[in-house]
């Protein structure tokens, strides 16, 4: 039962995958306003009604990676030691999942330009990291020396993170990439947590 359990699962993800494969690859080839749900779900070889058990619409599969993303840095936080300081495990945290070269993968950059240039999709990638912050207010929160133990303020440093990790990688963007993109992380995660040490 439990090997059909986890094999029905990892067909599952197969699928999401697929799609977000899909979605990612004709946004590109197409652009956005081309993109249709349809396309996606034939270039995955599902049906339109097998998309719309996985994902809302072209953009929830287009930024499912981004969703991914936030959802492993999560873990990554929760693996820090309980030793370590809030803004600490935050920012070791995204160290530890951050491509630490000059050049990351054209692809993953072309991705990132193409959200930027966007709204639509900006709005919901910033959605998308908001639906997460609850988690990661509640692991702050865990982590908070008694006497500086604040919903506020486990909220406001979980907004500020992850509105840190977007500047960080438009900045680099705007750089042109010439700078590795874990340096401009530490600039701006060391500015953003000033307030938080």
Not at 23 to 34: H, I, K, T
């Amino acid at each position: 039962m439990d090997t059909a359990l986890g094999l029905r699962e990892r067909k599952k993800a197969a699928t999401r995958q697929a799609l977000h494969e899909a979605a990612v690859r004709l946004a590109m080839e197409l652009g956005l306003d081309r993109l249709t749900v349809e396309a996606i779900a034939d270039a995955a070889t599902v049906s339109r009604r097998t998309f719309s058990n996985y994902f809302t619409s072209k953009e929830e599969a287009l930024l499912y990676g981004d969703r991914s993303r936030v959802e492993e840095l999560l873990g990554r936080v929760r693996a820090r030691p309980r030793s370590e300081r809030p803004w600490a495990a935050l920012t070791a945290a995204a160290h530890d999942g951050s491509p630490d070269q000059l050049a990351p993968d054209p692809e993953w950059v072309a991705r990132a330009r193409f959200i930027r240039s966007h709204d639509v999709l900006l709005a919901q990638q910033v959605a998308t990291f908001a639906s997460l912050e609850r988690e990661l207010v509640a692991e702050l929160l865990s982590r908070m020396p008694e006497a500086q133990r604040s919903p506020t303020r486990a909220r406001l440093m979980a907004a500020c993170y992850l509105a840190s990790l977007r500047v960080a990688v438009q900045e680099w963007l705007d750089r042109s990439a010439a700078t590795p993109l874990a340096t401009v992380l530490d600039e701006v995660l060391a500015e953003a947590g000033a307030g938080f040490a």
